[in-house]
C-alpha cells in the first residue's frame, strides 16, 4: 500500500467565506487573507485563535507565481492577496483550496495542487488577452487603459 502524505491546506478568502468551519488537515493562509475576512467584519478568524495558522510567504515564491500569472495573462485578475496564497502554497508544499478561478488557474500552469470549496472548479488551463473597450485593439498584458485611446480594457479568454 503507497505512503500518501497529506498536504498542507492554503486557504484563499473565498473558502474561508464559505466554510463554517475548518477543515480536519493541518491549514495555513496568509496575513492577507486574515485582513480581507476582517474588512468585512467576519468574526471567524477570531474564533478559530489558532487554529487557523497564518505565514507569510517567501518574496522568491511570490516572484514565481507572479511570473507564472504574467505567462497565464492572470497576471491583472490577481490581487496582491491571491498571488501570496499560491506563493505560500509552494513554500509549503500544500493544497490551496479556492473558488477563485485565476487561482486555480495559476495553480494548473504552476503544478500546484487545488481544490475548490463551493462551486466546480475549473476545467481546463486558461490564457487570458486584454481588449480595449474603445478602438477594440488587443493586447496580450493588462493595463489600466488603453495606450491608443484612453479607454478601459476587459480581460477575455484566449481563444
Known amino acids: 500500500m503507497p505512503d500518501i502524505a497529506i498536504r498542507m491546506l ?15 488537515e493541518e491549514s495555513v493562509c496568509p496575513p492577507g487573507v486574515v485582513k480581507e475576512l476582517r474588512r468585512f467584519n467576519d468574526r471567524r478568524p477570531d474564533l478559530w485563535g489558532a487554529l487557523l495558522r497564518v505565514s507569510e510567504c517567501t518574496a522568491a515564491s511570490e516572484a514565481k507565481v507572479k511570473e507564472a500569472a504574467t505567462r497565464t495573462g492572470d497576471i491583472g ?25 485565476s487561482i486555480q488557474n495559476v495553480c494548473r500552469a504552476m503544478g500546484v495542487p487545488y481544490r475548490p470549496v463551493g462551486m466546480n472548479g475549473i476545467t481546463k488551463k486558461e490564457r487570458w ?31
Open 129 to 159: 488577452n486584454y481588449r480595449c473597450t474603445g478602438c477594440g485593439k488587443w493586447f496580450k498584458e493588462q493595463m489600466r487603459e488603453c495606450p491608443i485611446c484612453g479607454s478601459p480594457m476587459r480581460s477575455h479568454r484566449k481563444k
Open 77 to 101: 485578475r490577481l490581487s496582491p492577496v491571491d498571488i501570496t496564497v499560491v506563493a505560500l502554497a509552494l513554500d509549503v508544499n500544500g493544497t490551496v483550496l479556492s473558488d477563485d478561478y
Open 10 to 24: 492554503v486557504l484563499d478568502s473565498s473558502a474561508l467565506f464559505s466554510m463554517e468551519e475548518l477543515p480536519e
